[in-house]
């Protein structure tokens, strides 16, 4: 009764609320209701087709630049996974001012904008005389994922029994067996979080990518920039979206599992 | 705190060893070639100098530094006075509500940085709905342009930076004790007297840290005005980029991303002493 009264007596939170909801997502409707609308434009309704399913479904280049994106995505959340686990392990373990210098080093490039990695790495590439590329993509997508795993690692750390450890030595085990028997199966929910959040990060990446692919590496989002630019291949860029906008609610879906499950656990 | 040991230093040498070499050195470096000059293949000169730094006084700078400022600024506060009702409003709610409402907070948010700048395009284009609406509405004349100027940046900016507010705002209200607000009210507070002086004071920690992780994104932000502002529109970011690949003075775009650097230090250095102090 109470939390309804406050309610009533102030309904303009209610009111943005609902509005601010409906705008976030008006605009991914729309691209999914072009990407059936016979009209090349948009403007108003020329009937349902599929004819931009099958014109992407012929655009070579998007499918190439599909398995750049989920080559190196692949690649970094595998690297960011082990960085990251071992990071959170030294972090949480330890509490030398060593582990000060290291948290630093982990937060700060999610508080530093994009860009500016994107601009320091390509000035070491450069300056290194390193080829952009496969290789320099790896590198910075694994940096910037690093972080993210970390944090992902670390927060389920915080519920982590690690009597368990103990318990698992006065019982034989080696210092190995007890990291892999246990410490690694109980924290693999963790882990597979964070790699999923790199994962995702990975595809998304815009702004770090295009500092430092080279040619012959044009990942996904490159690859819709450069369709913006041409208003021919507008309307497969909506085919395209309503695609990844569907990958992302089932990939948000998994993870929304996982979590689930880890906490049942 | 005690000295690191030998297993410290095995668990912490993979993720530092990377860190430093692809994080803190090309940082160092960046600043370090911002005093250097481009030669004529698009590298680096030898030798050190002052030039580089001392052409980002061209005038040509001062008014992308200003709008980057002001964009910034204008993004943030009205994020912040988005998101505080609607966190307010959100924690209002039963837990079932609470975490669908925040479900579909997100779920925009992890679709494609790229793909969402595309879907405005098409939302603001002189033939998409919004303009139809408009026009239909008489709030707009027929030859008004609604993309490729500084409201449409605005608009984007909040629509992709909002969760950013919304989420560590959030963090802060949820744990703030709504029962002052019925006592306000007892006490004979107005809705909007109460939501001033007792929810905005109780939630003043989230506020702050809301505002600065919106207001350091956006300083770096170039993506949104490449595709949505017009050529009056660009941000220090675009100059960097232009700088970087259009005219090949690695140096100079240097230098830039050494001017953002450090004004973005200024805001993170709060946030992390802050932090410590708590």
């Known amino acids: 009764m109470e939390r309804k009264k406050g309610m009533k007596r102030f309904p303009l939170p209610l009111i943005i609320t609902v509005l601010v909801l409906i705008s ?10 072009n990407s059936f609308n016979a009209s090349r434009f948009g403007g ?16 070579n280049e998007v499918w190439e630049s599909m398995l750049v994106t989920l080559k190196i995505a692949t690649s970094a959340t595998l690297a960011s996974m082990i960085l990251g686990t071992l990071a959170a392990l030294a972090l949480h373990r ?9 948290h630093t080093l982990i937060t700060l490039p999610l508080a530093l904008p994009d860009i500016l990695m994107g601009m320091s790495l390509l000035a070491m590439f450069v300056a290194l005389g390193v080829e952009t590329g496969m290789l320099t993509l790896w590198i910075a997508h694994t940096t910037f994922c690093l972080s993210y795993v970390t944090m992902v690692v670390l927060a389920r750390l915080q519920d982590f029994d690690f009597t368990l450890l103990d318990a698992a030595r006065d019982l034989g085990a080696s210092r190995w067996q007890a990291t892999r028997r246990v410490l690694l199966p109980l924290l693999l929910p963790g882990i597979l979080a964070g790699g999923l959040l790199a994962f995702t990060l990975s595809i998304d990446d815009y702004v770090i990518t295009f500092f430092v692919s080279g040619p012959g590496t044009t990942t996904l989002p490159l690859r819709v920039a450069s369709m913006m630019k041409t ?11 309503t695609l990844m906008i569907a990958c992302t609610f089932i990939l948000a879906a998994v993870s929304f599992r996982l979590q689930r499950r880890n906490r049942a656990a | 705190m005690s000295k690191p040991n030998r297993q410290e230093l095995l668990l912490s040498a993979p993720s530092m060893g990377w860190l430093i070499v692809f994080f803190a050195l090309p940082c160092l470096l960046t600043l370090t070639l911002a005093f250097h000059q481009s030669d004529l293949r698009g590298g680096v000169a030898a030798g050190w100098t002052w030039d580089t730094v001392n052409s980002l006084a061209d005038p040509l700078y001062l008014p992308v530094v200003w709008r980057t400022l002001w964009i910034s600024t204008v993004t943030t506060l009205l994020c912040l006075a988005l998101a505080l009702p609607m966190c307010w409003c959100l924690a209002r709610l039963t837990p079932r509500w609470r975490n669908a409402m925040l479900l579909l907070v997100v779920l925009p948010f992890l679709t494609n940085f790229l793909i969402r ?19 239909w509405l008489h709030l707009v004349g027929d030859d008004v ?7 449409a940046v605005l608009v984007v900016m909040i629509y992709t930076q909002l969760p950013f507010a919304i989420l560590p705002l959030y963090a802060s209200v949820e744990k ?9 009210h007892d006490l004979g507070a107005s809705g909007w007297r109460a939501f001033r002086r007792v929810f905005l004071p109780g939630v003043r920690q989230g506020i702050i840290s809301a505002a600065i992780i919106v207001f350091v994104s956006s300083l770096g932000q170039y993506v949104i005005p490449q595709f949505i502002g017009g ?9 960097i980029v232009q700088r970087a690949f259009t005219d090949r003075n690695l140096p100079l775009a240097c230098a830039l991303a050494g001017a953002l650097l450090l004004c973005v230090m200024v805001p993170v250095l709060i946030m992390a002493w802050r932090e410590r102090k708590v």
């Open chain 1, 24 to 33: 976030l997502h008006a605009p991914l409707v729309l691209l999914v209701v």
């Open chain 1, 44 to 59: 108003e309704w020329e009937g349902f087709t599929l004819k931009w399913y099958e014109k992407l479904w012929q655009a």
């Open chain 1, 94 to 102: 330890c509490r030398s001012w060593l582990q000060t210098a290291h």
């Open chain 1, 231 to 241: 208003s021919r291949a507008l309307p497969m860029i909506n085919a395209l979206s």
């Open chain 2, 117 to 135: 700048i595309f879907a405005w395009r098409s939302l603001l284009h002189p033939e998409g709905p919004v303009k139809q609406l408009l026009v």
């Open chain 2, 145 to 151: 342009l609604l993309l490729n100027n500084a409201g």
């Open chain 2, 176 to 184: 703030f004790d709504f029962t002052l607000i019925h006592a306000a």
């Open chain 2, 231 to 239: 050529t009056g529109d660009e941000m220090i970011g675009n100059k």
